[in-house]
């Protein structure tokens, strides 16, 4: 059984930085890709950021100086280091991964992220 559990969300002032927390219950030496996602309500979940396997991450535009996807191998956990934080960043935030065998992708349940003006 594959799980993954968000922590970090919040409320927090523009400017101000919080970090987000992914703790997998699969070791991260079996997983393909790891991701942060990122949905408002209406609208479709777009992707922050993602880690492949061999370490290569990719941010998207919007957050791209201001945000940093990390993991740590001991804590089985990924981390979305979030800076400058603007308030059109508010948002639940949703991390995943694909394991290296098979196709399925796996979700947490959301973690909600408020920047105040």
């Known amino acids: 059984q594959v799980q993954l559990v968000e922590s970090g969300g919040g409320l927090v002032q523009a400017g101000g930085s919080l970090r987000l927390s992914c703790a997998v219950s699969v070791n991260i030496f079996r997983i393909n890709t790891m991701g942060w996602y990122r949905q408002t309500p209406g609208t479709q979940r777009e992707l922050v950021a993602f880690i492949t396997s061999g370490g290569s991450t990719n941010h998207a535009d919007s957050v791209k100086g201001r945000f940093t996807i990390s993991r740590d191998y001991a804590k089985n956990t990924m981390y979305l280091q979030m800076n400058s934080l603007k308030p059109e960043d508010t948002a639940v935030y949703y991390c995943?991964?694909?394991?290296?065998?098979?196709?399925?992708?796996?979700w947490g349940q959301g973690t909600p992220v408020t920047v105040s003006s």
């Open positions: 995943n991964l694909r394991l290296l065998s098979g196709t399925t992708t796996y």
